[in-house]
């Protein structure tokens, strides 16, 4: 079974930064691309940044400039570097992943559990 484990959220004063990381594990045979996605209250969720797995990268306008995501492909890991963090980033972020256990079987959207990022004074 595929899944993906996220960490690093928490409470952060406007302007602070933040790093969150998200870890896939499982018997993993390729992984494609790996993306932060976020659900603020009463709002739907909506692209944060994307990752391929050679690297090409994709922003939300809304936080280009500020996030940098990156990948460790060797541990199957995908890091967003949150800086000059805003009131409006304040949502639930989830981290989701393309991937696949064998040769013989399409590629499938995995979830994390999710984790808060509070941006408050």
């Known amino acids: 079974q595929l899944q993906l484990v996220e960490s690093g959220g928490g409470l952060v004063q406007p302007g602070g930064s933040l790093r969150l990381s998200c870890a896939a594990s499982g018997s993993i045979f390729r992984i494609s691309t790996m993306g932060w996605y976020r659900q603020a209250p009463g709002k739907q969720r909506e692209l944060v940044a994307t990752?391929?797995?050679?690297?090409?990268?994709n922003y939300a306008d809304s936080v280009k400039g500020r996030f940098t995501i990156s990948r460790d492909n060797a541990k199957n890991t995908v890091y967003p570097q949150m800086n000059s963090l805003k009131h409006e980033d304040t949502a639930v972020y989830y981290c989701?992943?393309?991937?696949?256990?064998?040769?013989?079987?399409?590629?499938?959207?995995?979830w994390g559990q999710g984790t808060q990022v509070t941006v408050s004074s």
């Open positions: 990752i391929a797995s050679a690297g090409s990268t």
């Open positions: 989701n992943a393309r991937m696949k256990i064998t040769r013989w079987v399409p590629m499938d959207d995995y």
